[in-house]
C-alpha cells in the first residue's frame, strides 16, 4: 500500500505541476538514498540493455567465431514466427518492401532510447519509447501456448521477459528517475543551486 500511494503521489505532483499549482504531496513524498540508488540503478540496467541490443543490431554485419560473415539485421525470421492473435499481422510485415526501413528504425530507436536511460536524459520520453517498443515485442510474441516451444528460451504464460521488463520500464516511469540522478537534473537545476541531499 506504501508503494501504490507513493505512485500516486507522484502523478498527483505532475499534474499539480502542469497546472502550474501548489502541490502538498510534494512535501510528503521522500525517497531515501537506498531507494534513490535502487531506481537508478534499474534504470541504467535497462538502458544498457536496449542500447546494446540496438548497437548489435546497427554494427551489423558481423562475423561468428569460425570467421563465417553474417548477414545484416533483419527482423523478417522473428516477424514470420510471431505467435498469438496478431500472428498473422506481423507475418505480413515480414515480406513487406520497407521492411529494411524498420528494422533501421527499430535498431536506432533501440540504441537511442538506451542512450538516454543510461544518461538520464530526456528519461520520460525515453521510457516512453521503451514502453512503446516492449509492447511490439510482446504483442508479436504473445505467449499463449504455456508449453516450451523451439527457439525459445524459457517456458511462458501470457508473462515473458518483455513483458517483465515493461513493468520495470513502468517503475522508472513513475518514478521519474531523470530528477534523481542524470543529465535531466543538471538541465532542469538552476544555475547555483545546491543539490538537496538524500534522505538517508
Same mark, same amino acid.
Given at each position: 500500500?506504501?508503494?501504490?500511494?507513493?505512485?500516486? #503521489?507522484?502523478?498527483?505532483?505532475?499534474?499539480? @505541476?502542469?497546472? !502550474?499549482?501548489?502541490?502538498?504531496?510534494?512535501?510528503?513524498?521522500? $525517497?531515501?538514498?537506498?531507494?534513490?540508488?535502487?531506481?537508478?540503478?534499474?534504470?541504467?540496467?535497462?538502458?544498457?540493455?536496449?542500447?546494446?541490443?540496438?548497437?548489435?543490431?546497427?554494427?551489423?554485419?558481423?562475423?561468428?567465431?569460425?570467421?563465417?560473415?553474417?548477414?545484416?539485421?533483419? #527482423?523478417?525470421?522473428?516477424?514470420?514466427?510471431?505467435?498469438?492473435?496478431?500472428?498473422?499481422?506481423?507475418?505480413?510485415?515480414?515480406? %513487406?518492401?520497407?521492411?529494411?526501413?524498420?528494422?533501421?528504425?527499430? %535498431?536506432?530507436?533501440?540504441?537511442?532510447?538506451?542512450?538516454?536511460?543510461?544518461?538520464?536524459?530526456?528519461?520520460?520520453?525515453?521510457?516512453?519509447?521503451?514502453?512503446?517498443?516492449?509492447?511490439?515485442?510482446?504483442?508479436?510474441?504473445?505467449?499463449?501456448?504455456?508449453?516450451?516451444?523451439?527457439?525459445? @528460451?524459457? =517456458?511462458?504464460?501470457?508473462? =515473458?521477459? =518483455? $513483458?517483465?521488463? %515493461?513493468?520495470?520500464?513502468?517503475?522508472?516511469?513513475?518514478?521519474?528517475?531523470?530528477?534523481?540522478?542524470?543529465?535531466?537534473?543538471?538541465?532542469?537545476?538552476?544555475? !547555483? @543551486?545546491?543539490?538537496?541531499?538524500? @534522505?538517508?
Amino acid at each position: 500500500m506504501a508503494t501504490l500511494g507513493s505512485i500516486y #503521489s507522484i502523478w498527483l505532483i505532475d499534474w499539480c @505541476e502542469m497546472g !502550474g499549482v501548489a502541490c502538498p504531496a510534494m512535501d510528503h513524498l521522500h $525517497l531515501g538514498r537506498t531507494q534513490q540508488t535502487a531506481l537508478v540503478v534499474l534504470r541504467t540496467i535497462i538502458g544498457w540493455h536496449f542500447l546494446y541490443e540496438g548497437l548489435v543490431k546497427v554494427v551489423w554485419p558481423a562475423w561468428t567465431r569460425a570467421g563465417v560473415p553474417l548477414g545484416r539485421f533483419s #527482423s523478417a525470421g522473428y516477424l514470420r514466427s510471431s505467435t498469438g492473435p496478431l500472428a498473422e499481422a506481423f507475418r505480413a510485415f515480414a515480406d %513487406a518492401s520497407w521492411l529494411p526501413w524498420l528494422d533501421l528504425l527499430v %535498431a536506432w530507436g533501440l540504441l537511442l532510447v538506451g542512450l538516454c536511460l543510461m544518461l538520464g536524459l530526456f528519461t520520460q520520453v525515453a521510457c516512453a519509447g521503451a514502453l512503446a517498443l516492449l509492447a511490439l515485442f510482446y504483442l508479436s510474441w504473445l505467449p499463449t501456448k504455456g508449453v516450451y516451444e523451439p527457439g525459445t @528460451e524459457g =517456458n511462458y504464460l501470457l508473462v =515473458n521477459k =518483455n $513483458l517483465v521488463e %515493461a513493468a520495470a520500464v513502468a517503475v522508472v516511469l513513475a518514478f521519474r528517475t531523470g530528477r534523481i540522478a542524470g543529465l535531466d537534473l543538471l538541465l532542469a537545476r538552476p544555475r !547555483g @543551486e545546491a543539490r538537496p541531499v538524500a @534522505e538517508a
